[in-house]
């Protein structure tokens, strides 16, 4: 795949003495959505914090661009473009939907054109233009999950990397969600999402990895995957 | 004492208590960006003390122009306590950088106490007061506070209405999504903590021109910082100021009744008192 815009190569890292990830690896292709799937503490989210620098790689290599920027710290490879929008959402509970939204374009890069990046997320999610004085913490679950992309958004990412979108929240949401995510795909932006919910995933998604255990197990178009006996199996429930 | 005196003595209180309000506001904002507690708070007072005696005896600058330079001195000195002292105790135990911050401090009056000893040192300050009755408001006493609310009011522009400050909100707030969101948070902890101190040596400044001083007086106004940031509540830099305007106005209340030696007394059983029932502060912003 020559037109990976990341591309990571080996990738080891842990939490202390407990190594997690025992050198994955896996592309994402310019402008496409790429999945990685697997079971709980298969090191799906510590992949995703090893890639934008949260958590200190012990080992391997991470080519953004073309450039290696394994070793760069967080914010740096934020204001790069390679955006995560973590597990749990983590917005800034005491200030408002509007501050979190600034704080989304802080790099020099994003707050260039943070104006056009505030009117997109506003015509992606209306909902956050109504709620744009409220405080973060007092949204619905679905509401912050929006936020949280939205945030993400406006740091007018290159890539933009979703760890468990579908966490705790309601069906329709959930599908809303997705949705928005395609439209951005089909829009140009790379993707890049950590899923439990695999059959909507795989439904979403140009190319998918599955992990297990730290390490990569297989890859291919979802169609493909969930045609193999053993993924049916252990991640569809079929 | 009559009724206008016990006014009086309130407004007074009121005025002096602002002051200390400013001195916790830097004492709180540290704790509130980094979960740090600054025991290095009450030298950097001290500091700001005895740079108001220097620059205005030796120098020969009038006191309130030393305010600037207090302030910018005071920032690059926190800055450089933050690389020294702080930031390889950020996200350890508590109780680290209150062991790095307390030895800071040691050395800091071990210093100043081999260089000026701990005599008693006053700046004149002459300010027109305001006669009200009987009463004269000493006109130090007033400009302490007005400079203070001007200080205090910069601050909450600072911290609500610019980007650098709303990136140290989003630190105090969670620091590893403002680090993904592109925010450089060790820069912003520097910056954060070399406010924090900036404000701890104007409030010294401040309180030099009303007080006599020594060089251990920093321990006491270390003190009232706690008590008055445990009524405003911890990291709320807002409550801090009414935090510090309630203890003047209960020390102003007092001070007509009972000797001056208890004023430390009731302030810390109040202390105790707030901890027990207002756990999060009486001043803390309601939340839902």
Known sequence: ?238 | MSLFGIIASIIDGVLVGSVYGLAAMGLTLIWGVMDVVNLTHGSMIVAGMFALYLLTSVLGITPYATLLPVLVGGFLVGLALYWIAVHRMIGRAPLMSLLSTFSVNLVLIGLGTAVWGTVLFNVPVSFPGVTWQRYTFPGTHLLAAALTAVIAACLYVFLYRTRLGKAIRAVAGNRQAAELMGIPTTRVLALAFALGVALAGVSGMLIATLFPFTLLSGDAYQLKSFVVIVLGGLGNPTGALLGGIALGLLEGLVTPFIPVSWTLVIEFALFVTVLIAFPRGVFALRRS
């Open chain 1, 1 to 238: 795949m020559s037109d990976a815009l990341l591309s990571v190569e080996g990738l080891e890292a842990g939490y202390g003495e407990v190594q997690v990830l025992w050198g994955i690896s896996f592309q994402a292709r310019r402008s496409a959505l790429t999945t990685l799937v697997g079971a709980n503490g298969a090191g799906k989210t510590t992949t995703l914090r090893a890639v934008v620098g949260a958590l200190r790689p012990s080992g391997g290599r991470v080519l953004f661009n073309g450039e290696d920027v394994t070793r760069l710290p967080a914010h740096a490879k934020a204001a790069r473009g390679l955006v995560l929008v973590p597990e749990g959402r983590q917005l800034f509970a005491e200030m408002t939907v509007a501050e979190n939204l600034e704080m989304g374009g802080y790099s020099k890069r994003a707050s260039r054109s943070f104006a056009v990046h505030l009117e997109r997320c506003f015509t992606l999610f209306p909902r956050l233009a109504e709620r744009r004085r409220q405080r973060a913490g007092t949204l619905s679950g679905g509401e912050q999950q929006m936020l949280a992309i939205a945030r993400g958004l406006m740091s007018d990412p290159e890539i933009l990397m979703v760890d468990e979108l579908s966490l705790g929240l309601a069906p329709v949401v959930l599908h809303q969600l997705f949705e928005t995510l395609k439209l951005l795909r089909d829009d140009g932006l790379t993707i890049v999402l950590v899923e439990q919910n695999v059959h909507l995933a795989f439904a979403l998604s140009d190319h998918a990895y599955v992990v297990a255990e730290g390490k990569l197990f297989t890859d291919g178009p979802p169609e493909a995957l969930a045609d193999m006996p053993e993924i049916r199996r252990a991640y569809l429930g079929l």
